[in-house]
């Protein structure tokens, strides 16, 4: 299963548009997200892809039930799930993750620093950067082959304008 992972959205609209449309065309089936969607009309926009997504909130969600009325699949982190006998564990920020690692867990995923990196070892560890490319100027995310606990760091754009 490939599954697509994007953090840090931030409501950045065009971004959104572009990292979706990838994802799609890269044939992913499931869509994780690591927080900082922002606003719900953001989410909304996430959710017209059309790909199925679990998420976690972040730092700057603060509007959690607007988002959770779009969809119902966005949880406090750190967030624990099963998916195709896999144990995923989920946060916006990485020390969350930390205080709840176990040794079932097989890929721990996490954003907030806006940074892109991919870890291996007993644990696929993996923050896509950030989708919204308002810091960096560069807009990113990851795709991860569950079945090769595999990741890979993609690029969907650069951030025209001013960045924060």
Known sequence: MLVGVLSDTHDNLPMIERATACLRARGV???LHAGDYVSP????????????LIGVFGNNDGEKPG???????????PHRFELDGRTILMAHDAGAL???????????????????????GPVLRVNPGEAGGWLSGRATGAIVDLKKLL????????QEGPRI
């Open 67 to 77: 988002l959770q009325s779009v969809t119902a699949d966005i949880f406090d982190g």
């Open 29 to 31: 089936e499931l869509l």
């Open 151 to 158: 990741a890979e760091i993609i690029e969907f754009g650069r």
């Open 98 to 120: 930390v205080r709840a690692m176990t040794p079932d867990v097989v890929l721990a995923i996490w954003g907030h620093t806006h940074k892109p990196e991919v870890g291996a």
């Open 41 to 52: 009309f953001a989410l909304k926009l996430i959710m017209r892809a059309g790909i199925p």
